[in-house]
């Protein structure tokens, strides 16, 4: 089955950095829009950043434009979330996942997904 793994989350200082990267196989890279999602300690899960299959598109929320830049390679079927100037309510667990496209509509919404990865944890302390 498709599957979807993170990797690169751990313990840093604020001010930090942190590259989360996500290997996905056994479903066709290029066809699907990746996204990364966090879910902090006693919150909701929410919308982090979003890239299109085709690269044309990156879309963030608020609180990490400027700080955080999603990106993917194609050929290594792997998209990454390089964070910067990380900050404690940074801390969560960060999840990838995969979107059939279907136009880069509504990337911002976890319940329009196909696949999930498990998460790796972030941690940054103050």
């Known amino acids: 089955q498709v599957q979807l793994l993170e990797s690169g989350g751990g313990l840093v200082q604020a001010g930090g950095s942190l590259r989360l990267s996500c290997a996905a196989s056994?479903?066709?890279?290029?066809?699907?829009?990746m996204g990364w999602f966090r879910q902090a300690p006693g919150k909701e899960r929410e919308f982090v950043a979003a890239i299109t299959r085709n690269f044309h598109s990156t879309y963030y929320t608020d609180s990490v434009k400027g700080r955080f830049t999603i990106s993917r390679d194609n050929a290594k079927n792997t998209v990454y979330l390089q964070m910067n100037s990380l900050k404690p309510e940074d801390t969560a667990v960060y999840y990838c996942?995969?979107?059939?496209?279907?136009?880069?509509?509504?990337?911002?919404?976890?319940?329009?997904?196909?696949?999930w990865g498990q998460g790796t944890q972030v941690t940054v302390s103050s």
């Open positions: 056994r479903l066709t890279f290029s066809l699907y829009d």
């Open positions: 996942a995969a979107k059939h496209y279907s136009g880069g509509a509504h990337l911002n919404d976890q319940t329009t997904y196909d696949y």
